[in-house]
T-cell receptor, first 115, second 114 residues
Framework: AQTVTQSQPEMSVQEAETVTLSCTYDTSESNYYLFWYKQPPSRQMILVIR??????QNATENRFSVNFQKAAKSFSLKISDSQLGDTAMYFC????????????FGTGTRLTIIP | EAGVAQSPRYKIIEKRQSVAFWCNPI?????LYWYQQILGQGPKLLIQFQNNGVVDDSQLPKDRFSAERLKGVDSTLKIQPAKLEDSAVYLC????????????FGPGTRLLVL
């Protein structure tokens, strides 16, 4: 079974600074997908970024980028030029490429952007 | 494009009562998921539907939880009887097809069991 670990329950950073959220996972599969989801206080979960394990290039979406280290099973999220609207819970999630596509989530990191 | 709709948004019940949650996925999305998110934890899949068939219900407590997706569109999740430990947010998500497609989440139903 796959597991996802987020070791930072809470983080805070000043507005406009850069912050990195950590995620590690465990799987025996060679091909899979990793995701970062954002859950603002309104509770609607939104996809931030996704990474296919077979791709060596790290995914980037505007101010959001990942550092994917397949051998280390590490998948961190970097938020550049942080904004007040980035305040939310951030969940790292794993999905197998075979059979069930369910998402396995970590426990989340509560990120607060300080004005 | 309308998002995933869920109702009610909040529900308070006493233990041993029954409760039902409703989800309407994004139009055309064949796959529908129900997740349970207990406070302080990440969401956990309860059941996954492909059209109106069940793909995975391995983590659904079948002695008290049931779900259906008639006609492959709307879905209902029921708890009967509820226990204190069922207090959680119940999230519905949908995706276009099977395969690792982006899942779109609804706002969730917050359940408190007293």
């Amino acid at each position: 079974a796959q597991t996802v670990t987020q070791s930072q329950p809470e983080m805070s950073v000043q507005e406009a600074e850069t912050v990195t959220l950590s995620c590690t996972y465990d799987t025996s599969e060679s091909n899979y997908y990793l995701f970062w989801y954002k859950q603002p206080p309104s509770r609607q979960m939104i996809l931030v970024i996704r990474q296919e394990a077979y791709k060596q290039q790290n995914a980037t979406e505007n101010r959001f980028s990942v550092n994917f280290q397949k051998a280390a099973k590490s998948f961190s999220l970097k938020i550049s030029d942080s904004q007040l609207g980035d305040t939310a819970m951030y969940f790292c999630a794993f999905s197998s490429n075979f059979g069930n596509e369910k998402l396995t989530f970590g426990t989340g990191t509560r990120l607060t952007i300080i004005p | 494009e309308a998002g995933v709709a869920q109702s009610p948004r909040y529900k308070i019940i006493e233990k041993r009562q029954s409760v039902a949650f409703w989800c309407n996925p994004i139009s055309g999305h064949a796959t529908l998921y129900w997740y349970q998110q207990i406070l302080g934890q990440g969401p956990k899949l309860l059941i996954q539907f492909q059209n109106n068939g069940v793909v995975d219900d391995s983590q659904l407590p079948k002695d008290r939880f049931s779900a259906e997706r008639l006609k492959g569109v709307d879905s209902t999740l029921k708890i009967q009887p509820a226990k204190l430990e069922d207090s959680a947010v119940y999230l519905c998500a949908s995706s276009l097809v099977r395969g690792v497609e982006t899942q779109y989440f609804g706002p969730g139903t917050r359940l408190l069991v007293l």
